[in-house]
């Protein structure tokens, strides 16, 4: 009897340990696809620092055009979306500032006036030749001398092409982006810029 009962305590305890042991090992697995989920919400790829570091020159130069409606145009309707403009787009240009930064990237120079030619000489850029929708220096100059109706029409059309050129882009990040922010970031950015140009051609008479 004694034999017996030691035999089945033994069996018994055998069969814990390998209860334990099983324990351990799930657990080591349930822990690692959460750190793979961690990682890959953090992954970003040559697609999202290429957006930011061209968004934020192309969003400079949009406030850069917002801020001249204050005191030239003629129109309360042009007044208002170049302010909605310069408060939607200057935190963007912070937020990302802040990821080419965690990410070792060259942040674009912050240029007071910035406009085409200033531009020119910016590491990686190729000037603003190749991106959509930025206006030139001669542009820009033509854009501060205007008032009136005139600066009115003017900035309208110009802010038309100079948004569907950030829909273009942010439209490119969508697709092929990585970095949850950035493209949840583009998204929005379409979403809005979409129907300010909708606005914008209204006003021109265009719709």
């Known amino acids: 009897m ?46 999202d620092v290429s957006f930011a570091q061209g968004m934020i020159p192309h969003h400079q130069q949009a406030i850069e055009m917002a801020e001249l409606a204050a005191g030239r145009a003629a129109s309360t309707q042009v007044k208002d979306l170049a302010a909605r403009v310069e408060k939607a ?22 240029m007071p006036g910035m406009d085409h030619s ?36 003017m900035f309208l059309t110009m802010m038309v092409e100079h948004h569907e050129g950030a829909v273009e882009m942010a439209t490119t990040e969508k697709a092929k982006g990585e970095y949850k922010a950035a493209t949840a970031m583009a998204g929005d950015i379409v979403t809005a810029q979409n129907a300010e140009i909708s606005e914008m051609k209204k006003l021109l008479g265009e719709n």
Do not use: Y
Not at 16 to 25: E, K, Q, T
Not at 29 to 35: N, Y
Not at 120 to 131: E, I, K, L, T
């Open 89 to 110: 787009q200057g935190p963007e240009i912070s937020t990302m500032t802040g990821w080419l930064k965690s990410w070792d990237e060259k942040v674009p120079e912050s």
């Open 2 to 47: 004694r034999t017996t009962r030691f035999a089945a305590l033994t069996v018994s305890a055998v069969f814990a340990l390998a209860a334990c042991g099983g324990g351990d090992d799930s657990g080591s697995a349930a822990s690692s696809p959460s750190v793979s989920a961690e990682t890959s919400a953090d992954a970003h790829n040559a697609q």
């Open 118 to 153: 200033g531009m020119d000489g910016m590491d990686g850029m190729d000037g603003m030749d190749g991106m959509a929708g930025m206006m030139d220096s001669a542009d820009m100059g033509k854009l501060k001398k205007a008032s009136g109706k005139d600066f009115d029409s």
